[in-house]
C-alpha cells in the first residue's frame, strides 16, 4: 500500500510540474502577445501621425504660391485689406508651427536657400537678394528659398 501512495504521489507531483511548466509557456506566450499587439498600436499611432503630417506638408505646399502672389501683390497694390489678409495668412502659418526661413544677408546655405543669381556684392557667399520665401515645419525644411548670392567678383563666377 505505502508503495502504491508513493507511486501515485509521484505520477501526481509530476503531473503538476508538468502543468506548472505548460502554464508558464502559455504565461510567456500571452506575454510576448500582449508585448506584440501594444508595439502594434504605437506603431499604427505613430503611423496616422506620419500621415496627417505629410497630408498638412502637403496642404500648406500647395498654399505657398498663393501667399507668394499676395507679397508681389502687396508690392504693387498698396491696400490695407490686401495687407491684412497677408498678415492673417502669416499668423495662421505661425500657429501651425511654419515659419519664414531668415537667409536674407546671412551667408549662403544650400540646405535652406537655392542660388538662382549671382550679383556683384560686398562680401562673398553672402544672400543679397529673396526671390522666393522659404519656409520650415518645425525644425524640417518646407521650401528652400530662392536667393542671389553676392560675390565681389563677378569674373570669378563660371557662365
Known sequence: MDKKKKNIQEKQNSETERLKKE??????????????YQNLEKRIEYQKQEIKKAGEKQLI?????????????????????LKQIKDNFYQILRSEM???????????????AEAVDIVFGKKDDLV??????????????????????????ISDVKT
Open 23 to 36: 502554464i508558464d509557456e502559455y504565461k510567456k506566450k500571452y506575454l510576448r502577445a500582449l508585448a506584440d
Open 128 to 153: 543679397v537678394a529673396v526671390v522666393r520665401k522659404g519656409y520650415k515645419f518645425g525644425d524640417k525644411i518646407l521650401r528652400v528659398a530662392q536667393v542671389k548670392v553676392g560675390k565681389t567678383q
Open 98 to 112: 511654419i515659419e519664414e526661413l531668415d537667409v536674407l544677408n546671412k551667408e549662403f546655405n544650400p540646405t535652406t
Open 61 to 81: 505646399l500647395k498654399l505657398l504660391p498663393f501667399l507668394d502672389n499676395l507679397d508681389k501683390a502687396e508690392i504693387f497694390i498698396k491696400d490695407p485689406g
